[in-house]
């Protein structure tokens, strides 16, 4: 995207140098395999996702786990699996351990 700005870093690996960190670098092709990982504020990994090449990456998935994540670090509410913005959260607790099928039901494919 020439001419636009870009808000997050953008980074080359020549050499493999953070791939070889991030255990994605394929040393024998000289590349990284394609692996993204989300780092919280903090530093943390909080989701790391690697595919071989034949299999491309989901960007609408990556967008929805950093709405998760940021709406987590907000409320600390938890997201349950299929989670879209302003769907429904559930709040932690040892009484929800083995209980989320009772609170929450995913949408029925139509």
Known sequence: ??????????????GGKIGTLYEVYDEEGGVNVRGRFLIDPEGIIQAAEVLSPPVGRNPAELHRQILAY????????????GWTEGGKTLK?????????????????DE
């Open 70 to 81: 940021q709406h987590h670090q907000r409320t600390g509410e938890v997201m349950p699996s």
């Open 1 to 14: 995207m020439v001419g636009h700005d870009v808000p997050f870093p953008m980074v080359s690996d020549q």
């Open 92 to 108: 932690p607790s040892p009484a929800l351990a083995g209980k989320v099928w009772m609170e929450w039901q995913p949408p029925k």
